[in-house]
């Protein structure tokens, strides 16, 4: 088969491991790798891409702190063939918040993207773009929470981008956008609430977005059907076990039209739900080692073959890509020589070439990103 090359590498350095398909360069030695974003090693939850200053290339927001407030970040990518580097940053506002999340979405619809940072009992903010990447503070969201994640989407088909907090211990909160940064904000009512990530997709093709709960804590995951009105009813709840999930992604894997649920666990096997018309997800397919805690997931079509791939961060285990065989199974490749704890995986075109990288939010660790160079082979 053919694989997926992806290059973790610097201006100058040394191959390392000739014989797998994932190889990296260093400038100084194995300790200092050049494609970080910055050289601060903070405890960093999560990373939004996205482009923030409209020169047409991807920028990288990084939330830190978790439970400690610490300084948010942008960086600006200046965009070059293979390169893709981030050179230049500026902080997110003046107060230093516990941040597990800073998405990026157009919550003003002014055509640039805004950020809603997601705090850890901490007020949650929203900063609006100028449309250069500079952010200016508008106004907080909802209540201070146990926050762990935020999800932007558009939840009642009206053009505006709504915001999904994910709480821990306590009820998911959802705010509406009712235009001219107006938000009703409500509790999302499940029985049980230890929520890390939701996930937004139309799960039954009723043109309204459902969510997939992903939950911790002995907590079965949920899936909501959404009935138009503002409006969601439980109807599946899945994953029960010793395993807990943290990250949750959903995407057609079989390519048989219907959306599968894609799981990333700790204490388990990571797990795809297979979708089907009578949504009961009972076929799976597993993937990764059970003894490795999973905490972050993300999809892509990496070798541009038709079939989603999967890549995993792991905590203190390497983190992988599983290249899809045609629907049937995932073939893993190890990336990364050392090990991290990877709070969040993005894929995204960072250097503009048409293949999508890969980037890793890792607390107390470098911020990595992987440039992927299947298409050179």
Same mark, same amino acid.
């Given at each position: 088969?053919?694989?997926?090359?992806?290059?973790?590498?610097?201006?100058?350095?040394?191959?390392?491991?000739?014989?797998?398909?994932?190889?990296?360069?260093?400038?100084?030695?194995?300790?200092?790798?050049?494609?970080?974003?910055?050289?601060?090693?903070?405890?960093?939850?999560?990373?939004?891409?996205?482009?923030?200053?409209?020169?047409?290339?991807?920028?990288?927001?990084?939330?830190?702190?978790?439970?400690?407030?610490?300084?948010?970040?942008?960086?600006?990518?200046?965009?070059?063939?293979?390169?893709?580097?981030?050179?230049?940053?500026?902080?997110?506002?003046?107060?230093?918040?516990?941040?597990?999340?800073?998405?990026?979405?157009?919550?003003?619809?002014?055509?640039?993207?805004?950020?809603?940072? %997601?705090?850890?009992?901490?007020?949650?903010?929203?900063?609006?773009?100028?449309?250069?990447?500079?952010?200016?503070?508008?106004?907080?969201?909802?209540?201070?929470?146990?926050?762990?994640?935020?999800?932007?989407?558009?939840?009642?088909?009206?053009?505006?981008?709504?915001?999904?907090?994910?709480?821990?211990?306590?009820?998911?909160?959802?705010?509406?956008?009712?235009?001219?940064?107006?938000?009703?904000?409500?509790?999302?009512?499940?029985?049980?609430?230890?929520?890390?990530?939701?996930?937004?997709?139309?799960?039954?093709?009723?043109?309204?977005?459902?969510?997939?709960?992903?939950?911790?804590?002995?907590?079965?995951?949920?899936?909501?059907?959404?009935?138009? @009105?503002?409006?969601?009813?439980?109807?599946?709840?899945?994953?029960?076990?010793?395993?807990?999930?943290?990250? %949750?992604?959903?995407?057609?894997?079989?390519?048989?039209?219907?959306?599968?649920?894609?799981?990333?666990?700790?204490?388990?096997?990571?797990?795809?739900?297979?979708?089907?018309?009578?949504?009961?997800?009972?076929?799976?397919?597993?993937?990764?080692?059970?003894?490795?805690?999973?905490?972050?997931?993300?999809?892509?079509?990496?070798?541009?073959?038709?079939? %989603?791939?999967?890549?995993?961060?792991?905590?203190?285990?390497?983190?992988?890509?599983?290249?899809?065989?045609?629907?049937?199974?995932?073939?893993?490749?190890?990336?990364?020589?050392?090990?991290?704890?990877?709070? @969040?995986?993005?894929?995204?075109?960072?250097?503009?070439?048409?293949?999508?990288?890969?980037?890793?939010?890792?607390? @107390?660790?470098?911020?990595?990103?992987?440039?992927?160079?299947?298409?050179?082979?």
């Amino acid at each position: 088969m053919k694989y997926l090359f992806l290059l973790l590498f610097l201006i100058t350095g040394s191959l390392f491991a000739q014989d797998s398909p994932f190889v990296m360069r260093y400038d100084m030695g194995r300790g200092e790798p050049r494609l970080t974003f910055g050289t601060e090693q903070l405890r960093t939850a999560s990373i939004s891409i996205g482009d923030v200053d409209g020169d047409g290339d991807n920028d990288a927001v990084i939330a830190n702190g978790r439970h400690w407030p610490e300084v948010n970040k942008i960086f600006f990518n200046n965009q070059g063939k293979f390169s893709g580097k981030f050179s230049s940053f500026c902080t997110i506002g003046s107060i230093h918040s516990t941040s597990y999340a800073a998405e990026l979405g157009d919550m003003d619809n002014d055509g640039d993207l805004d950020i809603v940072e %997601i705090n850890d009992t901490a007020p949650h903010r929203l900063y609006l773009n100028d449309g250069t990447g500079q952010f200016k503070f508008e106004s907080t969201l909802a209540w201070v929470s146990s926050a762990r994640n935020g999800i932007l989407a558009d939840l009642d088909n009206n053009g505006f981008t709504d915001v999904l907090i994910c709480n821990r211990g306590e009820q998911n909160i959802v705010c509406y956008n009712d235009g001219n940064l107006s938000f009703t904000c409500a509790s999302l009512a499940t029985a049980n609430n230890a929520t890390i990530d939701i996930e937004v997709a139309d799960i039954n093709n009723d043109k309204l977005p459902d969510l997939v709960l992903a939950n911790r804590d002995g907590i079965a995951n949920t899936l909501l059907l959404n009935k138009g @009105d503002r409006q969601f009813e439980e109807v599946l709840t899945f994953g029960q076990g010793t395993f807990e999930t943290r990250s %949750i992604e959903v995407a057609d894997i079989n390519n048989d039209n219907y959306p599968d649920i894609i799981t990333a666990n700790i204490n388990g096997q990571n797990i795809v739900y297979l979708g089907s018309e009578d949504l009961q997800f009972s076929k799976t397919i597993g993937f990764g080692n059970a003894d490795e805690d999973t905490y972050s997931v993300a999809k892509a079509d990496f070798n541009q073959d038709g079939f %989603i791939d999967i890549v995993v961060g792991n905590y203190k285990s390497q983190n992988a890509i599983f290249i899809n065989q045609s629907g049937s199974s995932l073939e893993r490749i190890d990336v990364l020589t050392d090990t991290y704890k990877s709070y @969040d995986v993005k894929t995204a075109d960072l250097n503009g070439d048409g293949w999508m990288d890969v980037v890793f939010a890792n607390s @107390d660790a470098y911020n990595l990103y992987m440039l992927n160079r299947f298409g050179d082979q």
